[in-house]
């Protein structure tokens, strides 16, 4: 069983930047690819990044360069740092990992953008 939390949302205006933490349990992580997701307010989820357990990181072009995930495998913890925000951001933010042939999801933090 793995339990996923996510935090660091809130509300900030146009350009500020926030970071969001997902902190796993249960499992050690590590070699499994960890993402974050956003749903919009009346909108379907949506993928927003990728890390795998090698490092390596992929990128919706919707946040390619303002947005950076990365991982502290012994904190057993996965971030988003994001920069630049827009508007258009604003969502609720969930990080996923597929394990052992089974999706876990955490619960989501509100990111508001707003002037």
């Known amino acids: 069983q793995v339990h996923l939390v996510e935090s660091g949302g809130g509300l900030v205006q146009p350009g500020e930047s926030l970071r969001l933490s997902c902190v796993a349990s249960g499992r050690t992580l590590s070699t499994y690819a960890m993402r974050w997701y956003r749903q919009a307010p009346g909108k379907q989820r949506s993928w927003v990044a990728t890390?795998?357990?090698?490092?390596?990181?992929y990128y919706a072009d919707s946040v390619k360069g303002r947005f950076t995930i990365s991982r502290d495998n012994a904190k057993n913890t996965v971030f988003l740092q994001m920069s630049s925000l827009k508007p258009e951001d604003t969502a609720v933010y969930s990080c996923?990992?597929?394990?052992?042939?089974?999706?876990?999801w955490g619960p989501g933090t509100q990111v508001t953008v707003s002037s």
């Open positions: 996923n990992v597929d394990y052992l042939s089974r999706e876990y």
């Open positions: 890390i795998l357990g090698t490092g390596s990181t």
